[in-house]
């Protein structure tokens, strides 16, 4: 018999709110470039925060981040958790789950991925379609014809690079770079963090053998 983790996080859901998919289109279509900054800072945390509580989401993308549109700046919350699964820094899986066009390289060409950079990735496409009208699809990445918006500030398209770059060892050298991390703290003042809303239950089967593979987890979603 499968052992049976269970995990259960009680938390808020802001009113107003809307998802980032919505909150971009209400906005024209793409974001001014200060105010993407304030968004994907308080992503970057997130992201951070939940891998040290050694959760990988798997799903990160504009559909799955809410918008607090009711104070001054937006503040950010990571939602549907129904991909994730507990992981550490070591972990490799080689089935992708997740959205397919937003998936890394690495999946792609059907390799094993990690969770650090396969997140790396996910938040740079968040992004790219936070900065452009349109889409991300791996399939443009792949075929070189991804175009970026040439009124970006250096310090922005260094942090894009680092990102979207098909090596995903280089994905998570380059984030640690000051290059990347410059343009957090140019002009923008810190964000503070919001933490994940809703009720979250992951279950997680494992067997021995299991626990250093393929992690098999589901999760339910319960808003106020």
Partial sequence: MTALRVLILVQERPVPAVDLFEYIRENGGCLPEEKAKVILKQLVDA????????????????????????????????????????ATERSRFRFFYGTP?????????????RPGPTTVWQMGVVLYEALHVGDFNIMTFIENELKFNEHLSPHCR???????????????????????RAWFYSRV?????????GVLAFWRRKSASEFSREPQSRVIALFH
């Fill in 158 to 180: 260094n942090f894009l690079d680092a990102c979207l770059t098909d090596v995903p060892e280089k994905r998570m050298h380059k984030m640690q770079h000051k290059n990347s």
């Fill in 189 to 197: 003042k810190r964000a503070r963090l919001m933490r994940v809303s």
């Fill in 47 to 86: 992201a951070k925060d939940l891998e040290e509580k050694h959760i990988f989401h798997r799903d990160i993308k504009s559909d799955n981040i809410l918008i607090e549109t009711g104070s001054d700046v937006p503040r950010v919350r990571i939602i549907d958790f129904g991909l994730s699964c507990f």
């Fill in 101 to 113: 066009i937003h998936s890394p390289p690495e999946c792609y060409w059907g390799k094993k991925y």
